[in-house]
């Protein structure tokens, strides 16, 4: 007897109120179907009575008529309606608490084939309202250590509050069946010290998961190899970027903004590289330009001798091209 009440007490509270419920509501219709069998002339007419009564709804189709099944529903009432109340009012705070964790990042992820998002800041931000706006179904796992809560509400993101270096904040991002993973430096702190944090953080996914496709942000040019040697699949250097579009805002002649342009066409389009197809092979660069534009898509360049081109030759022929350079429809 012992043993079954140390396995009762171990189990979670709103089993064991749910198992005492129904064990209470089941023992009293049995008493009232053996004390007026002819008003409750079935054991679930009796079981039917003891939920009714003890939920306090009381919709009247059965009633104890005699003065021993009285005493039993003023038991049930005393008893019974007590721990349906408490029973109910568990799990209203049960819910509201784990509302109030799952805010909080203190809820484990149990979907897989996720994206894992490492470091809530404005690009982050901006990436889950792109995926959002342009409907992409895929779950986003989001992990941080320096924010409390998640105060923005999205339907797909899943918020994990923790260390990404630290084996529990792992564990409970499933990073073991996630796909991909965006690794990006904090903005807070040295271009270098972010830089060697956005390693360690390399090092420690590859570690729980050797097939994830992580994605990784540094700072700095001279952190990129070991980027790659921590095991980043894509390494995007933001401020080589920064300085390319700065660059361009600096001296560009015409009225066009190129931020702006390219801003919207990476909002639209997405660079693709794929090989020269086998009924092009023994035609020219603007064959394959002309191909490629009814399919909607638009060639920018070649790869030939490990280089890129994007000065086309309308006359060179796509033997001499290993890969074609394009710009396809963003993936939605």
């Known amino acids: 007897m012992q043993h079954w009440m140390r396995l009762y007490f171990q189990l979670p509270l709103f089993i064991r109120l749910f198992s005492t419920v129904i064990v209470f509501m089941i023992f009293f219709g049995i008493i009232i179907h053996t004390i007026e069998p002819h008003n409750f002339p079935t054991l679930f007419d009796g079981i039917w009575w003891a939920f009714v009564t003890g939920a306090t709804v009381g919709y009247g189709d059965y009633v104890p008529l005699s003065t021993a099944g009285k005493i039993t529903a003023i038991f049930l009432i005393l008893t019974g309606g007590g721990l349906v109340t408490f029973y109910m009012a568990t799990l209203s705070a049960a819910t509201v608490q ?8 203190k809820v484990d992820f149990k979907g897989k084939e996720h994206i894992i998002l490492i470091g809530w800041n404005e690009r982050t931000r901006q990436l889950i309202e792109m995926m959002t706006e342009n409907k992409c179904h895929e779950y986003i796992v989001l992990i941080d250590r320096s924010m409390k809560k998640l105060y923005e509400n999205h339907s797909n993101v899943h918020f994990i509050h923790g260390d990404a270096t630290m084996e529990e904040t792992l564990n409970k991002a499933n990073v ?3 796909k991909t993973a965006i690794v990006t430096a904090d903005p807070s702190k040295a271009e270098h010290e972010a830089d060697q944090s956005v390693i360690h953080q390399l090092v420690s996914l590859k570690g729980h998961n050797s097939h994830l496709f992580i994605i990784a942000e540094v700072l700095t040019d001279k952190q990129k190899i070991n980027a790659e040697r921590a095991g980043a699949d894509r390494v995007i250097r933001s401020n080589d970027f920064m300085s390319s579009l700065f660059y361009h805002e600096l001296f560009h002649t015409d009225p066009g903004e190129p931020f702006q342009l390219l801003l919207d066409l990476l909002t639209s389009r997405q660079f693709h590289e794929e090989a020269v197809p086998t009924e092009l092979e023994d035609q020219l660069v603007e064959d394959a330009v002309t191909y490629y ?30 890969t074609l350079i394009l710009l396809i429809p963003l993936r939605t």
Do not use: C, M, W
């Open 176 to 178: 073991k069946d996630a």
């Open 293 to 322: 534009l009814k399919k909607g898509s638009v060639v920018i360049g070649y790869r030939a001798n490990q280089t890129a081109h994007f000065i086309l030759e309308p006359s060179l022929p796509l033997t001499k091209v290993q």
């Open 98 to 105: 784990h509302e109030r964790n799952l805010s909080r990042g």
